[in-house]
Every structure is written in C-alpha cells, then in structure tokens.
C-alpha cells in the first residue's frame, strides 16, 4: 500500500525559504493517474490546500501563495517537494503531503511535519 | 474564512445519529463531487467518503455522505467514542479560489 513522508527543517526564520520533501513508498510518482499535493494545517485551525504537481510536471497552486510557492518532483527519487519563500508566522503549520486522485480525492496522506517560523 | 461552510462543532451520545452540514456554492460543490476527511486527534485526516456517498474499503457502513444542490451532509449512526475527531469536508472549485477548498472542520464530541 502507498506510504507517505514528510521530511525537512521544523523551523525557519522568517523571510527564509521553507523546503519539504515527500517520500513515496509502496507506490510511484510517475503514475499518470494521480497529482501529488500539499495542503497545511495551522495550529488548531482548518486545511488549506497549497498545491499539486503531477509526474508530468504539470504544476497548480493555490493563488494566496502561488508567487511564494514552487512544487517539483524528482521521479528518480520518487519524491516531491515543496518550497515556500519569504515566509512569515503566518506559515506556521504541519504540512501534509497527499496523493490526489479524481475519484478517491486526497488518499492517503502522510503523517504530517510541524513547521515553526520563528527567528 | 473557509470556503464551504461546516459548523465548528457537533455531539450525541453513544448510539445516536448525528449529522454535519457543509455548505458551498454553484462552483464547488454545485458543480463538483464531495469528499470528507476524518482526522482523529493527533493524527493526519483521513478518507472517509469520496464521491459524495462512497465509503472507501474499511469505512463502517456508519458512516454515509450525501449532497443535494450546493450543499453535503455526512451522518453517522450508532455514535462510538472512537468517532469522536475533526470532519472536514472538501470539493473542487471552479473559481480563482482553489483547485480545492475545504470546509472550516467540525469538532464531533461522543457525550
């Protein structure tokens, strides 16, 4: 079954760049059926869907953060990553990785990685 | 402010059905499926309905989802205390919001 992980620093400074990576197991990146998203959770607070890339390169990101946000994958690696520039408090979060499909929508998901901004 | 309108909270007790509301418009849910996510405390959602009314392998048959117009309800009958998690519902919209946007989560407390 597919697994999920997130990886990368659990603290940035602010105006830093905060870069993810997503690791996938039990599955390919490079299927041409699905789109491989992040979507963030600040404390105590509602999801927000960040964006998707999908093996084609084909990338969609949502348009609050479209001008901080980059979404690549590496096939070779199997994983995906985020980048997130000029952050501030406001991007605190645990940011999850999800594979997306049009029929089942957002499953699974990985466990999710707390990010704090803060100097 | 999400975009698709839940309740922030919701209860029963053990046995009972209780029902969450989400409410969007022509543009998301009007136009679009209906997923819902569960996420127990401390943990990553999960899928719990996709296409408004299917229950993905392992799903109890407790829990049903259903959508009329621009708006979704997921209810789940015979309340356990393991119920007891954030509802998240979820759709595709077809404005310059989001691929996706979600509901603000309902809070489900088992009394």
């Known amino acids: 079954q597919v697994q999920l992980q997130e990886s990368g620093p659990g603290l940035v400074k602010p105006t830093e760049t905060l870069s993810l990576t997503c690791t996938v197991s039990g599955g390919s990146v490079s299927s041409g059926s699905h789109y491989w998203s992040w979507i963030r959770q600040p404390p105590g607070k509602g999801l927000e869907w960040i964006g998707y890339?999908?093996?084609?390169?084909?990338?969609n990101s949502s348009p609050s953060l479209k001008s901080r946000v980059t979404i690549s994958v590496d096939t070779s690696k199997n994983q995906f990553s985020l980048k997130v520039s000029s952050v501030t408090a406001a991007d605190t979060a645990v940011y999850y990785c999800?594979?997306?499909?049009?029929?089942?929508?957002?499953?699974?998901w990985g466990q999710g990685t707390l990010v704090t901004v803060s100097s | 402010q999400s975009v698709l309108t839940q309740p922030p909270s919701a209860s029963g007790s053990p046995g009972q059905r209780v029902t969450i509301s989400c409410s969007g418009s022509?543009?998301?849910?009007?136009?679009?499926?209906v997923f819902w996510y569960q996420q127990l405390p401390g943990t990553a959602p999960k899928l719990l309905i996709y296409?408004?009314?299917q229950r993905p392998s392992g799903v109890p048959d407790r829990f049903s989802g259903s959508k009329s117009g621009t708006s979704a309800s997921l209810a789940i009958t015979g309340l356990r205390s393991e119920d007891e998690a954030d509802y998240y519902c979820a759709a595709w919209d077809d404005s310059l919001r989001a691929h996706v946007v979600f509901g603000g989560g309902t809070k489900l407390t088992v009394l």
């Open positions: 999800a594979r997306e499909s049009t029929v089942v929508g957002f499953d699974p």
């Open positions: 022509s543009s998301n849910i009007g136009s679009h499926y």
């Open positions: 890339i999908h093996y084609d390169g084909t990338t």
């Open positions: 296409r408004n009314d």
